[in-house]
Each structure stands twice: as structure tokens, then as C-alpha cells.
């Protein structure tokens, strides 16, 4: 169960979403971000065709640029007009709290919650699904959904009937330390996808090498350098993966008070905050949060508590989270 002493951020009820710290400035600035790398990559894909046009670079490379930045454009766009700008335009109205999730249903990853007579169905990551088995609530913006302590949104799908195959989304507690398993498991699958992607563009670049019509140019070296670095990437990626997804024993919590600013949004994207924190041995040092988990830093804005796996030390990185949500990152103490 949820230590009711935590606290977390969630959305002001009854006002209107603007009102929640960070969340605005959050998702505009994710709008740019994907907006001008989708361009960005659109161009480059365009650039792809071109060369195929003319042959002067053989086939390879055009396919490249084709291929991976056309994905790249497709994937970044639909983010920004799916994801982002919807959620923004309903940023004046009020979330809505759904709590008890009385009749909610699970399908893999899919998670059905009856409402107002339809079913949201939205697409939740192991960890979350293990918070909203415990808690039994969320926030609602439209088709957009917020778990308690987790800032970034999951866009959802209003439809006539659950799931197909969908089975009873039962209670369950969870522990921290399977909240942080799964949550490293999760990481390992991205880690894995990181992996066959640089595998691929590894075997994109060996290919443009055997394929570049002038043998002796400068391309042919370079795409022989990075076919070799792709492949160690692919190592690395690979072996990372598989240490991070091994089971880790129940975590050691130290609750720290942080006084800080409010959280800032980066020009890419990531919400990072800045503070003073006092260690368990007495010393005053700055902290700051800011890397892979962008509710991390907003919760301990918002709340002024930091709560760090094991036992801080001054100089050092650390891993912070939330205790039973799904909120795990680094924090840096400053010597």
C-alpha cells in the first residue's frame, strides 16, 4: 500500500490545469522540440530522395537517410499532433479525478475504465500499471490521462466497449522494490530497442560503404568508422539491458527536505530542478534533478522531499524516485 506521509504531485481539482506546476510550460515545449526535429527529419528524408534522384551516392545512403529520418519525421510529428498540442488546448479546463476505478478492465497493456457511459482505454507501461492496480485512481483532461506523481501524460482512446479479452484490473499492492524491478525492466526494453536500431543503422553503414561509387573518398572511411561504432553501441546497448532488467532486492529508502526553486523545462524537453539539501551526516549541499524521469524533478519542486535509494553521499549521483509510484531517476549532490 501507499505511505499516505508521501506526497506527490498531482492536478488541482476543480481549476483549471494551467494551475498544476510545470505541466504547461512542459507541453509546449515538448511541442517545439517534436515539431522541429520531425522538420528537422522531414528535410533529411527529403534530402534522401533527392540523392536517390541522382544516383551520385549510390543506394545506400539515400536509403538511409530516407528510412531512418522519414521514421524519425513520422514518429516526432505524430507526437506533436497527437500528443501535445491536443492536451494544450485543454489546458483551461480542470482534470477530472477518477477514483476506485469500480469496472476498470486490463488487456496487456491496455488498461479499459468505464466513463460517463463509454470506455477510456489507454495504453499503460508495466510500472504504471502496478500504481494504478494499487491506487485505483487517476486524472482525466479530455482523452489524456495522469497518474498521481507522474507528469507525463498517456493519451487515451474514448470507444464503445472494452478490450477484447480484458480481465478484471483486480487490487494489488506493491512494494517498492518490485515498483523499481519493473521499472528497470522497462529500461532494459528500451535499452533493447536502442540496440536494434544502432544494429541496423550499423548494417546501413557497412552496406554504404561497400556501396559509395568513389572507393576513394571520404565517405567510405566514415561509414566504415561508424559501422564499427554501431556495432559496439549495439554491445554496450545490449549488455546494459541485461543488467539493469536483473531483480534488485527491497530498496533503502533516506527521505531528504530540499529547498528549491519551481522546476524549469529545458530547451529539449526535460524538466530539471536545482536546490539545497541537508545529508544524514549534517552536511549542506546542493542537489539537482534532471535526467531520465521528468516527474522526478517536478515532485520534489512541488513537494520540497527527496527520497533517494540507499544512503546519499556529497559528490556523488544517486537514484531517487517516489516511493509506490512509478518515479525513478539520478540526483546530483553537489561536494
Not at 501524460?153 to 515498483?179: D, T
Not at 544517486?318 to 540526483?331: D, L, R, T
Request: charged letters at 15%; proline letters at 7%; aromatic letters at 8%.
Amino acid at each position: 500500500m501507499v505511505d499516505r506521509r508521501i506526497q506527490v504531485l498531482e492536478p488541482p481539482e476543480g481549476i483549471p490545469a494551467t494551475n498544476m506546476p510545470v505541466l504547461v510550460s512542459f507541453l509546449d515545449r515538448s511541442a517545439t522540440t517534436s515539431g522541429t526535429l520531425a522538420f528537422a527529419a522531414g528535410l533529411l528524408a527529403v534530402l534522401g530522395v533527392a540523392l536517390l534522384v541522382t544516383g551520385r551516392f549510390g543506394i545506400a545512403v539515400p536509403l538511409f537517410l530516407l528510412v531512418f529520418m522519414g521514421s524519425v519525421s513520422v514518429f516526432y510529428g505524430h507526437l506533436t499532433i497527437a500528443g501535445s498540442l491536443p492536451m494544450r488546448r485543454l489546458a483551461d479546463k480542470p482534470f477530472r479525478l477518477v477514483s476506485g476505478l469500480e469496472g476498470a478492465v486490463v488487456a496487456g497493456s491496455r488498461v479499459s475504465v468505464p466513463l460517463d457511459g463509454r470506455w477510456l482505454v489507454v495504453r499503460f507501461p508495466a510500472p504504471l500499471r502496478a500504481q494504478l492496480a494499487a491506487q485505483r485512481r487517476l486524472w482525466v483532461l479530455g482523452r489524456f490521462v495522469l497518474l498521481p506523481g507522474v507528469i507525463v501524460p498517456r493519451r487515451g482512446a474514448i470507444r464503445g466497449a472494452p478490450v477484447k479479452g480484458s480481465r478484471p484490473l483486480a487490487p494489488e499492492s506493491v512494494s517498492p522494490g518490485r515498483l523499481l524491478s519493473l521499472h528497470r525492466r522497462l529500461l532494459g526494453q528500451y535499452y533493447l530497442y536502442g540496440a536494434g536500431i544502432t544494429l541496423v543503422a550499423g548494417a546501413f553503414s557497412a552496406w554504404a560503404a561497400l556501396d559509395l561509387p568513389d572507393r576513394d573518398g571520404f565517405l567510405v572511411l566514415n561509414a566504415q568508422a561508424l559501422a564499427i561504432l554501431c556495432v559496439l553501441g549495439t554491445l554496450g546497448l545490449a549488455i546494459t539491458a541485461l543488467v539493469v532488467s536483473r531483480p534488485v532486492p527491497e530498496p533503502h529508502w533516506t527521505e531528504l527536505a530540499v529547498v528549491s526553486g519551481p522546476a524549469s523545462v529545458t530547451f529539449f524537453g526535460m524538466v530539471t530542478v536545482k536546490g539545497r539539501t541537508v545529508l544524514p551526516d549534517g552536511r549542506q549541499v546542493t542537489v539537482s534533478a534532471g535526467g531520465s524521469d521528468q516527474s522526478l524533478a517536478a515532485n520534489i519542486a512541488a513537494t520540497g522531499r527527496l527520497w533517494v535509494l540507499g544512503v546519499p553521499v556529497a559528490g556523488k549521483v544517486a537514484k531517487a524516485g517516489v516511493p509506490g509510484h512509478a518515479v525513478f531517476g539520478p540526483v546530483k549532490f553537489g561536494s
